[in-house]
């Protein structure tokens, strides 16, 4: 019995030890998408409202894109799972297991979820040269060129094409528009911007920003209500005001793990991520782009964990319904 006492105490030295000592070296977080989109600013955002709640640690983003995320989230699930790589991901890692007949990781069952960070509008844009100014004209277009025009998006599973998906299903269109694949919506905009693209339906965080610099057009926001605190964004419709019942869809992003990371980590990189959650800095970048950062119990890893859950049934019902299946 002593024995025992004492191999459990020194374990519980030892791992004290592992979180007073975490982090021991540069912290990576793995956006599995391409540099300058959504989800790597969230991510770069976070990074850096973390950094004073982890010592100061180095914190860097590699971007690993390709296959709607799925790529650079499996390669997280396959790092060492010792809180030194990170994964920021959004609603793919609920959808991709209803799209994907293979994936290099299981959803529920290789990552520690560390908390929700944010959840983000989804905007209906298009070309400058788009002859289209109100949503009612946007969507006759459409309508008058079934087959004619492209809708640009980041991968399968990607949040552009989930929005994508449930747009033309909502308007009894689908498969109205040849879809492009990028390796994230920041190639994606700069074809749309040039009118290589016609359409997106892309993140607020990524584009806000051009849209008040008149780069593209918009003409909707996919979520219930009106975005009426955000000076831009309050100027535009919402699916559900131009005709199309029930639409709602809004993008979270969250923050992971290796499933086998020590709980002295992880609750200290939840620590530290719910700290920068409250840096009114962060809290107002992120109001700037559309984004409202989490608050509710989301951002435990339980709740998180349910969330994502629940996510991953209601959109294997939203996907069957557009009539998308597995590739
Ligand atoms: C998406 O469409 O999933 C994201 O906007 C991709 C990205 O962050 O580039």
Same mark, same amino acid.
């Given at each position: 019995?002593?024995?025992?006492?004492?191999?459990?105490?020194?374990?519980?030295?030892?791992?004290?030890?592992?979180?007073?000592?975490?982090?021991?070296?540069?912290?990576?977080?793995?956006?599995?998408?391409?540099?300058?989109?959504?989800?790597?600013?969230?991510?770069?955002q976070l990074a850096e409202a973390m950094r004073p709640h982890l010592g100061n640690a180095s914190i860097v983003v590699?971007?690993?894109?390709?296959?709607?995320?799925?790529?650079?989230?499996?390669r997280v699930a396959r790092a060492a799972p010792d809180g030194h790589t990170l994964l920021v991901w959004h609603i793919?890692?609920?959808?991709?297991?209803?799209?994907?007949?293979?994936?290099?990781?299981?959803?529920?069952?290789?990552?520690?979820?560390?908390?929700?960070?944010?959840?983000?509008?989804?905007?209906?844009?298009?070309?400058?040269?788009?002859?289209?100014?109100?949503?009612?004209?946007?969507?006759?277009?459409?309508?008058?060129?079934?087959?004619?025009?492209?809708?640009?998006?980041?991968?399968?599973?990607?949040?552009?094409?989930?929005?994508?998906?449930?747009?033309?299903?909502? =308007? #009894? !269109?689908?498969?109205?528009?040849? /879809? %492009?694949?990028? $390796?994230?919506? @920041? +190639?994606?905009? *700069?074809?749309?911007?040039?009118?290589?693209?016609?359409?997106?339906?892309?993140q607020s965080t990524n584009t806000v920003s051009q849209i008040e610099a008149g780069r593209i057009k918009a003409f909707?926001?996919?979520?219930?209500?009106?975005?009426?605190?955000?000076?831009?964004?309050?100027?535009?419709?919402?699916?559900?005001? =131009? #005709? !199309?019942?029930?639409?709602?869809? /809004? %993008?979270?992003? $969250?923050?992971? @793990? +290796?499933?086998? *990371?020590?709980?002295?980590?992880?609750?200290?990189?939840?620590?530290?991520?719910?700290?920068?959650?409250?840096?009114?800095?962060?809290?107002?970048?992120?109001?700037?782009?559309?984004?409202?950062?989490?608050?509710?119990?989301?951002?435990?890893?339980?709740?998180?964990?349910?969330?994502?859950?629940?996510?991953?049934?209601? !959109?294997?019902?939203?996907?069957?319904?557009?009539?998308?299946?597995?590739?």
């Amino acid at each position: 019995m002593k024995k025992l006492l004492t191999f459990a105490l020194a374990a519980t030295a030892m791992v004290g030890a592992m979180a007073q000592d975490f982090p021991s070296r540069p912290i990576t977080i793995v956006v599995p998408f391409a540099a300058g989109g959504p989800t790597d600013t969230v991510a770069r955002q976070l990074a850096e409202a973390m950094r004073p709640h982890l010592g100061n640690a180095s914190i860097v983003v590699e971007n690993a894109a390709g296959a709607g995320g799925t790529i650079g989230a499996g390669r997280v699930a396959r790092a060492a799972p010792d809180g030194h790589t990170l994964l920021v991901w959004h609603i793919g890692m609920a959808s991709t297991a209803s799209l994907y007949r293979r994936l290099p990781f299981n959803a529920l069952q290789d990552f520690e979820y560390l908390g929700i960070i944010n959840d983000v509008p989804m905007t209906l844009v298009g070309k400058p040269q788009l002859p289209a100014n109100t949503y009612r004209d946007f969507e006759n277009h459409i309508r008058a060129n079934a087959g004619r025009l492209n809708l640009a998006h980041a991968g399968l599973g990607s949040a552009s094409h989930i929005c994508g998906l449930m747009w033309q299903h909502a =308007m #009894g !269109l689908q498969q109205a528009m040849t /879809t %492009i694949p990028f $390796g994230g919506t @920041a +190639p994606a905009m *700069t074809a749309l911007m040039g009118g290589q693209v016609d359409v997106m339906c892309d993140q607020s965080t990524n584009t806000v920003s051009q849209i008040e610099a008149g780069r593209i057009k918009a003409f909707a926001v996919t979520t219930a209500q009106r975005l009426n605190d955000h000076p831009t964004l309050r100027h535009y419709p919402t699916l559900q005001e =131009m #005709g !199309l019942r029930n639409f709602n869809l /809004t %993008i979270w992003h $969250g923050l992971y @793990a +290796p499933r086998g *990371t020590p709980p002295a980590v992880t609750q200290r990189l939840n620590a530290a991520m719910r700290a920068a959650m409250r840096d009114p800095v962060f809290i107002q970048r992120q109001n700037a782009l559309g984004a409202l950062v989490a608050t509710d119990n989301r951002i435990t890893p339980e709740g998180h964990r349910a969330f994502v859950t629940n996510q991953i049934n209601q !959109l294997r019902v939203v996907i069957e319904a557009a009539g998308q299946f597995a590739d």
